[in-house]
Structures are given as C-alpha cells and as structure tokens.
C-alpha cells in the first residue's frame, strides 16, 4: 500500500498572487496528476507526469504551471490567483497504464481567493 | 477528444429501490477502458470498479455495472440502496495507454434516504 499526501490542506490567497500546492506519492508510482474539482463540473485535469522532469498539459493547462522534480512529488504553482475562485485540486498517482491504470488520490487542497 | 457524459446533477432515492447512474462515453480507441469512481462526503475519489471486456458484467462492493461498446455505456448499477452509498460518482475513461489518462464525466451525486 502507500499514501498521497497533499500540502497545504487549505490555502487562502489573495487575487494576482502566485501560489503553489505540493503532492507526495509513496506509492512508487511513475505517473503523477492534478485535476481540479468544482462542483458540477467533474475532475478536469490540469497536468500530468509520467515520469520525473516530464509535463504533459491537460484540458485544463491555462493559468497553471507544474513541476516534477523527483520521482515522488509533482507540485501544481497557480500564477495568478482570481478573484472569488473556490476549488478543490486533487492529486493522484497510477502505475503504468492498461488494466492496471487505477488512480489513487490524495486528500485535497482547498483553494479560496479572497 | 474522448468525452464521457453520466446522468445529471443529483439522484434522490429511497432506501431498497434500485440504483441506476447512467454513463455513456465517445473515444477512437477501439479497447477503451472504463471507470466508476466513488467520493464520499469529505473524502477522495475512489475506485469502484472497472472493465475493458464488452457485454461482461464486473461487480464490486454491491454494484455492478457492464461494457457495452455497442452503445458505448457503461451504467452502474445496484439492486437496492443503502444509505451509505449517498456519495459523488464519477465514471471515467482510458484510452488504455501507458500514462493511464482518465476522462471523468461531471460526476452524478446520489442521495439515498430512509
């Protein structure tokens, strides 16, 4: 088994400001992601990783920046918070796809921009 | 793109009647593979079950559900409700490739009540 940790569980920004979420896997999973929830509007998926120093964009890529520095963390940077956002970003990691292709995700990061 | 679309919104249900959440799903890939994810209140998205065989029923925990690539659905489904399964579901979708990519729907938020 393994865990996904993400850091902070709340964050409270102020509107232009850049702010940064981290996700730990030790899972030993090559592929890393970020989605986005909102309600009614599902998981859309922000970036993604499949392996260390790698970036793919997903849907969702536009205002958000992601690194991948180690195997185990991918971090999400919103390079300018809006005004009156409130959403929660996930963090999930898998093994290589196919039948095996489940996610697994971590608790959450609370955004609200004041 | 692949897209994937579940029944609308919120499903209010009384313990003991049936359960049906609908999913139907567009993509190229002739071996896709589908999800359904469940999120209880204050929890991560987890997996419920999942299939890549057509006209194969696979259950889990109580719900079922059955690939059919002739109608490209993917329906979950339980013969009777309980109050514990009020939760968010999402059905999602590979294309069965190595990074593991998932297209969720909106999700489907089920309400069960005494």
């Known amino acids: 088994g393994g865990i996904i940790t993400q850091t902070p569980k709340f964050l409270i920004g102020q509107e232009g400001q850049k702010l940064t979420l981290k996700c730990q896997q030790n899972?030993?999973?090559?592929?890393m992601y970020w989605y986005r929830q909102d309600s009614g509007k599902g998981l859309r998926l922000i970036y993604y990783?499949?392996?260390?120093?790698?970036?793919q964009k997903g849907d969702l890529s536009e205002g958000y920046d992601a690194s991948r520095e180690k195997k185990s963390s991918f971090s999400l940077t919103v390079t300018s918070a809006q005004k009156n956002e409130m959403a929660v970003f996930l963090c999930?990691?898998?093994?290589?796809?196919?039948?095996?292709?489940?996610?697994?995700f971590g608790p959450g990061t609370r955004l609200t921009v004041l | 793109g692949d897209s994937v679309t579940q029944t609308e919104g919120l499903v209010t249900l009384t313990e003991g009647l049936p359960v049906m959440l609908n999913c139907t799903y567009q993509?190229?890939?002739?071996?896709?593979?589908l999800f359904w994810y469940v999120q209880h209140l204050n929890e991560s998205p987890r997996l419920l079950l999942k299939s890549f065989t057509d006209n194969k029923r696979t259950e889990h925990q109580g719900f079922h559900a059955t690939l059919h690539k002739s109608s490209s659905s993917f329906h979950l489904q339980k013969s009777s409700a309980q109050l514990s399964d009020s939760a968010l579901y999402y059905c999602a979708l590979s294309d069965g490739g190595s990074n593991a990519k998932l297209t969720f729907g909106k999700g489907t938020k089920l309400s069960v009540k005494s």
């Open positions: 993509t190229i890939y002739s071996n896709p593979f």
């Open positions: 999930a990691s898998s093994s290589p796809g196919g039948i095996y292709a489940e996610q697994f």
């Open positions: 990783s499949i392996t260390e120093n790698d970036l």
């Open positions: 899972f030993n999973h090559d592929t």
